[in-house]
């Protein structure tokens, strides 16, 4: 059997002189900088079923959510938030939530929405 290089002493080096609070402060340190990515990821993006979600809190039926997110979704605008596009155009256009979001459904204020929100299609320069 071959005897195993064994780089534990110099590995932990670091860590020896540690007490027991400052090993738990770095491992809450070290933790918190694996975690961060996976947190800002989740701030920055969406899915559909979420959105839906939203939707459905905020009084659409289910089909009416599926159907806005589809739409929001085709033009690249479903991360910005589905309720976030819906609130804009109720509060901007002065109608009511339900009839935004079946407006935005029927393909009414997307071109508003891309303006407002900065939106540009993938193919243009």
Do not use: W
Not at 56 to 84: T, W
Request: charged residues 30%.
């Amino acid at each position: 059997m071959k005897e195993r290089k064994d780089d534990f002493n110099k590995r932990r080096a670091h860590l020896k002189n540690m007490n027991d609070q400052e090993l738990k402060d770095y491992f809450y340190q070290l933790s918190d900088k694996m975690i961060a990515p996976l947190i800002d990821h989740g701030y920055k993006n969406t899915s559909p079923s979420i959105e839906r979600s939203v939707l459905l809190r905020m009084g659409f039926s289910s089909i009416q959510a599926k159907a806005i997110v589809n739409m929001l979704h085709e033009h690249d605008l479903l991360r910005k938030g589905a309720g976030h596009c819906v609130y804009k155009v109720s509060n901007d256009k002065n109608i009511d939530i339900i009839a935004a979001g079946v407006e935005i459904q029927d393909g009414k204020h997307i071109d508003y929405l891309k303006e407002v929100f900065k939106v540009y299609e993938k193919n243009s320069a």
